[in-house]
């Protein structure tokens, strides 16, 4: 008789991933979904040492049901990582939840904060739906929901259009139409850069944004040194160095 799936388990990840200091493991997540975390045995995810860095902290709250090394832990390809894993010629990855299919449970896990969202891995949930198996999703912090709710911007509207374009050309123009979606449809525009670029994209609204666009951003989110502002872009031109800095992930948000 063949073996029911097990169900996929969406692992989120304190969002301290490449910070100069990590926050207490249990203020970021809540004790049942570390404890679940320390069941599963089985895992899909980002990065496997960023898995196992993760693992060792979940370890040293609630023993792990398999030591690190008996863990069974499986990376989505670079090729999702760099196309994405949806759309057109999507990833198929009904091989890497073989173990699901058999009828383990298994992990989905990024490197920072809830997998799937502003992350891979939304291949594997659809994998393991088409399997008929069970999707639960374990609670944890999410940046782009944190960093919405404290920037004073609309909640009701909103869109995240991941990371802007590098060419400063392309970089410009597509800040201007997000700038047009958010104060002609009330939608809020979040997005993200890789941290070391951070200050360039901050020159680029500033220089980019009409005065009156309120620009939020929010560092460092769940850590003690945790900063989240949020004002017209005239008043933030009056600032100097108030730029984020290089090494601290960070969300961007604009809006009317």
């Not at 949806?86 to 298994?106: K, Q, S, Y």
Request: hydrophobic share 45%.
């Amino acid at each position: 008789m063949k073996n029911a799936p097990g169900t996929l388990y969406l692992v989120p990840a304190p969002l301290d991933f490449g910070c100069d200091a990590q926050a207490p493991l249990t203020d970021a997540l809540p004790a049942g979904t570390l404890r679940q975390a320390a069941q599963i045995t089985h895992w899909v995810c980002e990065n496997a040492k960023s898995l196992r860095a993760y693992l060792k902290r979940i370890d040293a709250e609630y023993p792990l049901a398999a030591s690190l090394q008996q863990q069974q832990i499986t990376e989505l390809p670079r090729q999702v990582h760099k196309k994405g894993d949806h759309g057109a010629g999507a990833f198929d990855a009904t091989a890497l939840i073989a173990p699901l299919r058999a009828g383990h449970d298994m992990g989905l896990a990024s490197e920072a904060g809830m997998p799937a969202i502003a992350d891979p891995g939304s291949s594997v949930v659809r994998a393991a739906h088409d399997a008929g198996a069970r999707v639960v999703p374990l609670v944890g912090p999410v940046s782009l929901l944190l960093a919405l709710a404290a920037s004073g911007l609309n909640g009701q509207n909103f869109a995240f259009t991941g990371y802007l374009p590098q060419d400063a050309a392309a970089r410009a123009q597509r800040i201007r139409e997000l700038e047009a979606l958010a104060l002609k449809q009330g939608q809020s525009q979040l997005f993200i850069e890789t941290p070391y670029r951070n200050a360039a994209l901050w020159q680029a609204l500033l220089q980019h944004l009409q005065p009156g666009t309120r620009l939020a951003v929010a560092e460092g989110l769940t850590l003690d040194h945790a900063r989240v502002h949020s004002h017209a872009v005239r008043r933030w031109r009056e600032q100097p160095g108030a730029a984020p800095d290089n090494r601290t992930p960070a969300v961007f948000a604009i809006g009317g």
